[in-house]
């Protein structure tokens, strides 16, 4: 399968605990983007990379969200003292930075923080 | 920034026949459209996109139509199935080399009774 990857596909998490969470992207595609999604809700933006560098990260949530991308392919979200409203799901997409612009989601990780 | 409304947020269609939602965007400067499906526990998967030069894209029993003077674009599903049954959102971005960072809307829960 050459799609987006995430990992863990679902996390169960005490409130406080840190969590983070692995996204593979299609090989060829160097820009890679976080997004969250609420029950019911549509996907909401929260950073994005072009290679390794972090070029938008002005949406995540709060100063306890961070990701990383150390080599331009791979990247890890982490969330630090979770607490309850941080329960949702995480999606990663990622497409090409040349021609064309469709964005491929990945399965996304289920975080449920108790 | 870019605000997507999207109706209705539920649609309940007998199979073969035919559902449409209908999404509105508030930046005039917004130039790509795409409609993703979601299935339950899935990631959205992009089944049709279309950019602001064009009026109508179709593929198969899909169609959306765009309208800027208006800033409204609709997605058109024709002999629906029982498959066609998920979750649809629109989006919008203004394509600049600074990425996907789409914003959704709200979501159509389209169910098709056999």
């Known amino acids: 399968d050459t799609g987006v990857s995430q990992n863990p596909r679902h996390k169960i998490t005490k409130r406080g605990q840190n969590v983070t969470f692995r996204c593979d992207p299609i090989?060829?595609?160097?820009?890679l983007y976080w997004y969250r999604q609420t029950l019911g809700q549509g996907p909401e933006f929260l950073t994005y990379?072009?290679?390794?560098?972090?070029?938008?990260k002005s949406r995540l949530l709060s100063d306890r969200f961070s990701a990383e991308r150390p080599k331009g392919s791979f990247s890890t979200l982490e969330i630090q003292r979770t607490e309850q409203g941080d329960s949702a799901m995480y999606l990663c997409?990622?497409?090409?930075?040349?021609?064309?612009?469709?964005?491929?989601f990945g399965q996304g990780t289920r975080l449920t923080v108790v | 920034g870019e605000n997507v409304e999207q109706h209705p947020s539920t649609l309940s269609v007998q199979e073969g026949d035919s559902a449409v939602i209908k999404c509105t965007y508030s930046d005039s400067a917004s130039n790509y459209f795409p409609w993703y499906k979601q299935e339950l526990g899935k990631g959205p998967q992009l089944i049709i996109d279309i950019r602001s030069n064009v009026g109508e894209k179709k593929d198969q029993r899909i169609a959306v139509t765009l309208n800027k003077t208006a800033k409204h674009f609709s997605l058109h599903i024709t002999e629906t199935q029982p498959e066609d049954s998920a979750v649809y959102f629109c989006a919008a971005i203004k394509i600049v080399n600074a990425g996907n960072m789409l914003t959704f809307g709200g979501g159509t829960r389209l169910m098709v009774k056999p």
């Open positions: 090989s060829e595609h160097n820009r």
């Open positions: 997409a990622s497409s090409l930075q040349q021609g064309r612009t469709e964005a491929f």
């Open positions: 990379f072009q290679n390794e560098a972090q070029l938008e």
